[in-house]
């Protein structure tokens, strides 16, 4: 999708894309190595990032539901900077192949083995603080969880990060996410001070770039699909679901209530 402004006039344009891949069905541990080769990526390019700032770019990459790469700034040169972070994720996914069946150094597989454990550690981190945020945002969670057809739990990522160091994870990492890029879907929204074919172009560039990492396209039966679970009726029609927050963090004092309605 494209839509060039007419109105505001500026050289400037964004791109967002997002990468469909079938990780969720591939379970928690799938889901965890795409995201910390997402921190590793980004970590990577930081020093690549900071120029693109300088020169009025910036980009992002992250893993939620679904692999994103976002980009803005002067339309110029932003088509250069997607290409760039595509073709850093397929470098870095090759060397650490490389590393993970022994072909490297052993020097260097202990530097990666270093990195993905600072990642491991500060992903790690940022999960186990969730549970010091407001409750209302702990409840909003886990009612998400329980009304989403197929979520795993934070839990179950913890359970993964805290099974294995950096060293006992590369291998893990290149595998799971090797298999999660095997076969994608992209989709891409381009707007601002930017044509119909220049947004083709981009698209088209993005897509031999990841697919010539993978064995073609993701069937449309494979794509995940966000589904409202259908929540069981009690015997007075009412469900009740009990978090004890206490237990995850001892020292809150507050307490939230949400209320589902499904009609």
Request: aromatic share 10%; hydrophobic share 45%.
């Amino acid at each position: 999708w494209f839509k060039t402004d007419s109105t505001f006039r500026v050289p400037k344009a964004y791109i967002n894309a997002h990468i469909l891949t079938p990780v969720y069905k591939m379970g928690p541990a799938a889901v965890t190595a795409l995201r910390l080769f997402c921190a590793l990526l980004a970590d990577d390019l930081n020093a690549y990032a900071y120029d693109a700032h300088m020169g009025g770019l910036y980009y992002s990459v992250d893993f939620s539901d679904r692999l994103s790469f976002g980009a803005g700034g002067f339309n110029d040169k932003l088509p250069d900077l997607l290409l760039r972070v595509t073709e850093r994720l397929r470098s870095l996914l090759n060397e650490l192949e490389e590393v993970a069946s022994g072909k490297g150094k052993p020097e260097d597989r202990a530097y990666w083995a270093d990195r993905i454990e600072k990642q491991r550690e500060l992903l790690l981190r940022g999960y186990e603080n969730f549970y010091r945020e407001d409750p209302i945002q702990v409840a909003d969670y886990h009612m998400r969880h329980v009304l989403t057809a197929s979520m795993w739990h934070m839990s179950e990522y913890m359970e993964v990060l805290r099974s294995a160091n950096g060293e006992g994870l590369l291998e893990p990492l290149v595998k799971n996410v090797r298999g999660a890029l095997a076969k994608i879907q992209l989709e891409v929204l381009a707007h601002g001070n930017i044509a119909e074919d220049e947004a083709i172009k981009v698209a088209n560039a993005l897509r031999e770039s990841l697919a010539a990492e993978g064995q073609g396209a993701l069937p449309a039966d494979e794509v995940a699909q966000n589904a409202v679970a259908l929540l069981p009726e009690g015997p007075d029609r009412t469900v009740i679901y009990d978090f004890d927050l206490e237990k995850a963090n001892p020292v809150e004092e507050n307490s939230a209530i949400l209320n589902v309605y499904q009609v």
